[in-house]
């Protein structure tokens, strides 16, 4: 998604809802304001603003005093999150990852054979990813065993952010305002309860999510040297998923006690 377009896209979406009552809104935004608000007052009207110095909420919806955040995405982009290197292991070890598994993902990350990014001969990401093939494996099969721990990703990189003191999405939405998709928090943790993603095994990935650097600037110009030290997440099937989500588990009452 270009971050332009995706903001721009946001604006018309809070244009459409703020200082709106119920009845002056498309059939679809109904449709959501019926999700996010169980108490809803058609007599009243709806805030919408672009929210500042949050991490993962893009607007905030209200009506009264009750709050809804919400994260936006628009378009094809399949990129939810990116960090700086350090950030990511901490939370990696926060989450008692084993030594082993973050030592073999800085390798794969820096592909110049160190953990740091000093080597002199970087190579490609697919002759990384056959160079430390079974380290890889195991990596991913322990990155994979638990489902608390990809939930606590899944929060890291769609709802939370990396500041635990900011405020959470509680809800996605994809699209604009005249047609999305959207889900709860919770409606996707039970999704990964039910789901598996074994058949991820030719990269690094925690559930649906897959992560690589930034860049590793192998045979290009470098650009940017501090991109190497940025991890970046993407969710290769991240409509489709939504859209089997929203319809899979039900939403029909009060999002809230979901």
Same mark, same amino acid.
């Given at each position: 998604?270009?971050? /332009? /377009?995706? #903001?721009?896209?946001?604006?018309? +979406?809070?244009? %459409? =809802?703020?200082?709106?009552?119920?009845?002056?809104?498309?059939?679809? &935004?109904?449709?959501?304001?019926?999700? &996010?608000?169980? !108490? &809803?007052?058609?007599?009243?009207?709806?805030?919408?603003?672009?929210?500042?110095?949050?991490?993962?909420?893009?607007?905030?919806? %209200?009506?009264?005093?009750?709050?809804?955040?919400?994260?936006?995405?628009?378009?094809?982009?399949?990129? +939810?999150?990116?960090?700086? #290197?350090?950030?990511?292991? @901490?939370? =990696?070890?926060?989450?008692?990852?084993?030594?082993? %598994?973050? *030592?073999?993902? &800085? +390798?794969?990350?820096?592909?110049?054979?160190?953990? !740091?990014?000093?080597?002199?001969?970087?190579?490609?990401?697919?002759?990384?990813?056959?160079?430390?093939?079974?380290? #890889?494996?195991?990596?991913? @099969?322990?990155?994979?065993?638990?489902?608390?721990?990809?939930?606590?990703?899944?929060?890291? $990189?769609?709802?939370?952010?990396?500041?635990?003191?900011? /405020?959470?999405? *509680?809800?996605?939405?994809?699209?604009?305002?005249?047609?999305?998709?959207?889900? %709860?928090?919770?409606?996707?943790?039970?999704?990964?309860?039910?789901?598996?993603?074994?058949?991820?095994?030719?990269? #690094?990935?925690?559930?649906?999510?897959?992560?690589?650097?930034?860049?590793?600037?192998?045979?290009?110009?470098? =650009?940017?040297?501090?991109?190497?030290?940025?991890?970046? $997440?993407?969710?290769?099937?991240?409509?489709?998923?939504?859209?089997?989500?929203?319809?899979?588990? /039900?939403?029909?009452?009060?999002?809230?006690?979901?």
């Amino acid at each position: 998604m270009n971050t /332009s /377009s995706g #903001i721009i896209n946001e604006e018309k +979406l809070c244009e %459409s =809802l703020d200082g709106k009552m119920f009845n002056e809104l498309n059939t679809n &935004l109904q449709y959501f304001m019926y999700y &996010l608000f169980s !108490d &809803l007052d058609k007599s009243k009207k709806f805030r919408c603003y672009q929210t500042e110095n949050f991490i993962k909420p893009d607007v905030c919806i %209200s009506q009264e005093r009750e709050l809804r955040f919400v994260s936006v995405k628009y378009g094809q982009s399949e990129t +939810l999150h990116n960090e700086n #290197i350090k950030t990511f292991i @901490a939370f =990696l070890k926060e989450c008692k990852i084993s030594d082993e %598994s973050i *030592e073999t993902y &800085l +390798l794969y990350h820096y592909g110049d054979g160190t953990t !740091d990014g000093t080597g002199k001969r970087r190579m490609s990401s697919i002759d990384v990813r056959f160079m430390y093939d079974e380290r #890889i494996r195991k990596m991913n @099969a322990e990155f994979n065993k638990s489902k608390e721990f990809i939930k606590k990703f899944a929060d890291r $990189v769609m709802f939370q952010g990396v500041n635990p003191d900011a /405020s959470k999405a *509680e809800y996605v939405y994809h699209g604009d305002p005249d047609y999305g998709v959207f889900v %709860s928090r919770n409606q996707f943790m039970r999704h990964i309860e039910k789901k598996n993603w074994d058949y991820m095994r030719t990269c #690094i990935h925690v559930g649906p999510f897959v992560i690589r650097p930034h860049a590793r600037y192998f045979n290009k110009e470098i =650009l940017n040297e501090e991109h190497r030290n940025t991890v970046v $997440v993407n969710y290769p099937r991240f409509v489709e998923d939504l859209n089997y989500i929203s319809s899979r588990y /039900s939403y029909a009452f009060n999002p809230s006690k979901q």
